[in-house]
């Protein structure tokens, strides 16, 4: 039997713990980040120290989403706001430059000097948003994250560092592997197609032709005439393999499968590509890492290439 002292020490116990684990909650910095990837980073960085929120989930196109009542209220409510720039988030930036004029609001990409960023075919004046595909490229972009998390939190800069440290290490891995399974493609092979323009940074930095049946916004729509361009290209190069991408409709890539058939040529799905979202929380591809993982391990077997079933760490599904 418990006796009243002992019950009334275990309460006090519990209330103790719970105002401890109320206080910590309310002194972690408040962070909202557009996409998963920048999150992520933050997640990384801040480790207990922050709470972040990621407004476009898997699947969720960044080019087409516009922020809800509810997101209005996390970035007026947050300490700090973070979003790629570059036009990635076109139909927020205006919102987005408006929140910055009276707050702690970072575009991370935007930092990242122009002569390593690519054109925009799609708009004049515009850079390619795309920066994640590179990790070499997104690191720069995690730095310019852990300047923000210490510009409105200074206090914590040792953390910060250490974690900032430890989160650029595991990216060097993960170029390393990269670099390694994507070189074992035979050369004539190195063509990825898919339904728009979001792997030119990958292309430029592992040596592959890239071509989008949409340009660099999924916005812009593609054309009988383009998916008959394609066709062709898909039959004079001897091209098997495209990919479909897990934020954008496939409708494009069956109608180019069905007229590469049409023309006497097969040809097959090399898998789904991690695009502008990464995979479901909790799992390996909802991560930085497994997401870029899983599109080089996808896309080196598909094309001949060399690489472990199960990817660079074995957590692939």
Do not use: C
């Amino acid at each position: 039997m418990i006796t009243k002292t002992t019950f009334l020490v275990i309460v006090t116990a519990v209330s103790m713990a719970l105002s401890a684990s109320w206080a910590a909650a309310l002194e972690r910095l408040s962070v909202v980040a557009t996409t998963g990837m920048i999150a992520d980073a933050v997640s990384n960085i801040g480790g207990d120290l922050v709470e972040v929120q990621a407004l476009m989930g898997p699947g969720v196109d960044p080019h087409a989403y516009r922020q809800t009542r509810s997101d209005i209220v996390a970035l007026a409510n947050a300490d700090l706001v973070l979003w790629n720039g570059l036009y990635l988030e076109a139909q927020m930036e205006d919102f987005m430059i408006g929140l910055g004029k009276g707050g702690n609001v970072v575009a991370v990409a935007e930092a990242v000097p122009e002569n390593l960023l690519l054109g925009s075919e799609d708009y004049e004046g515009r850079f390619d948003p795309h920066l994640w595909m590179n990790p070499n490229l997104w690191a720069r972009v995690v730095v310019n994250v852990r300047d923000a998390l210490l510009n409105v939190h200074p206090e914590s800069a040792d953390a910060f560092n250490e974690n900032a440290a430890a989160y650029l290490a595991q990216m060097g891995d993960l170029s390393r592997y990269t670099n390694e399974v994507l070189s074992s493609v035979p050369v004539e092979s190195r063509v990825v197609l898919s339904a728009h323009d979001a792997f030119n940074y990958f292309g430029n930095a592992y040596g592959f032709e890239v071509v989008g049946i949409q340009g660099i916004s999924t916005e812009s729509e593609a054309g009988l005439q383009r998916i008959g361009a394609l066709v062709d290209m898909l039959v004079e190069k001897n091209i098997r393999a495209v990919f479909v991408e897990t934020s954008v409709s496939d409708r494009n890539i069956q109608a180019l499968i069905e007229g590469a058939a049409s023309a006497g040529h097969e040809v097959v799905i090399g898998g789904a590509l991690f695009s502008d979202a990464m995979g479901e929380p909790g799992t390996y591809e909802g991560t930085y890492i497994g997401m870029i993982d899983h599109n080089a391990t996808t896309i080196s077997a598909a094309l001949g290439g060399m690489s472990p079933e199960e990817g660079m760490q074995g957590l692939l599904n």
